[in-house]
């Protein structure tokens, strides 16, 4: 299974074979992640016009519970990976 990234607002796949993904744990390979053909600089332009700005609407407590939200989320699915 090859990862995508999350960019831009958006799921994009990496070019190429990419690098492997392990289990830390066992040493199986989970999947394959690549990052090769990525637009950095649109990235870039892209946190600075939509993501900064979202961001600094929110109250320093809005940001908290998004990432206890983001880490609620990541401990139910731990198992899978």
Not at 1 to 18: S, V
Not at 24 to 40: K, M, N, P, R, V
Request: proline content about 2%; overall charge positive.
């Amino acid at each position: 299974m090859k990862t995508k990234n999350y960019a831009q607002g958006k799921w994009i796949e990496g070019e190429g074979d990419g690098k492997p993904l392990f289990n830390a744990i066992t040493g199986e390979q989970l999947a394959t992640a690549s990052s090769q053909g990525l637009d950095f600089a649109a990235m870039m332009d892209y946190a600075r016009k939509v993501g900064g700005p979202a961001l600094a609407k929110m109250t320093f407590q809005e940001r908290g519970l998004m990432l206890k939200a983001l880490a609620l989320h990541l401990i139910s699915i731990k198992k899978k990976f």
